[in-house]
Antibody, heavy 125, light 107 residues
Framework: QVHLRESGPGLVKPSQTLSLICSVS??????????WSWIRQYPGKGLEFIGN???????YYNPSLKSRVTISGDPSRNEFSLKMTSVTAADTAVYYC?????????????????WGQGTLVTVSS | DIQMTQSPSALSASVGDRVSITCRAS??????LHWYQQRPGKAPNLLIY???RSQSGVPSRFSGSGSGTDFTLTISGLQPEDFATYYC?????????FGQGSRVEVK
């Protein structure tokens, strides 16, 4: 069973860069067929897909965040990371890392089957 | 982006009730629709994928149906641990998008 765990600062100042790491165990970020993703959940509970990488590279970013986001993978540590620049209070949220994969018999229906516990990031001076 | 609209936003029910939540997509998404359960303070948990397929380990009282733009999650015989918030998510178009959530509360 895959386990994911987010780590990083819980408080970031406005205009600075948010940096988070997701450590993966029980699976490999280099494995074919899995996308390693970042998702955030606002205090009002809405969920927003930020982006993902495939096979430690080949990132895809939500166009709404593309100019500020970088997702990269470190296969030697089996970790992937999120960097978000120029943060504002609107970026305050719980940030989750998750695996997007093909559940058994799903054809091409990728779904998020494993999630980290989430980490709250507050943007405030 | 594809808009996913869930209804109701909240509902009150009792243990043993049959509960249904609907999710409507702003465009045809075939069966690229998934359902998640989120308990307070926890991450979402995949229940149903591809509109109607149950994730391994999910109780049989959870079922999904629909295709195109209209989908339904049904809980047949609500259990105490089912009081939670449920989200739908489409994966047919990039970026993937989620519904706003439906909270199932104790009546």
């Amino acid at each position: 069973q895959v386990h994911l765990r987010e780590s990083g600062p819980g408080l970031v100042k406005p205009s600075q860069t948010l940096s988070l790491i997701c450590s993966v165990s029980g699976g490999s970020i280099s494995s074919d067929g899995d996308f390693w993703s970042w998702i955030r959940q606002y205090p009002g509970k809405g969920l927003e897909f930020i982006g993902n990488i495939y096979n430690t590279d080949d990132p895809y970013y939500n166009p709404s965040l593309k100019s500020r986001v970088t997702i990269s993978g470190d296969p030697s540590r089996n970790e992937f990371s999120l960097k978000m620049t120029s943060v504002t209070a609107a970026d305050t949220a719980v940030y989750y890392c998750a695996r997007r994969t093909l559940p058994s018999g799903s054809g091409s229906h990728y779904a998020f089957d494993s999630w980290g516990q989430g980490t709250l990031v507050t943007v405030s001076s | 982006d594809i808009q996913m609209t869930q209804s109701p936003s909240a509902l009150s029910a009792s243990v043993g009730d049959r509960v249904s939540i609907t999710c409507r997509a702003s465009q045809d998404i075939k069966t690229y629709l998934h359902w998640y359960q989120q308990r307070p303070g926890k991450a979402p948990n995949l229940l149903i994928y591809a509109a109607s397929r149950s994730q391994s380990g999910v109780p049989s009282r959870f079922s999904g149906s629909g295709s195109g733009t209209d989908f339904t999650l049904t809980i047949s015989g609500l259990q105490p641990e089912d009081f939670a918030t449920y989200y739908c998510q489409q994966s047919y178009y990039n970026p993937v998008t989620f519904g706003q959530g439906s909270r199932v509360e104790v009546k």
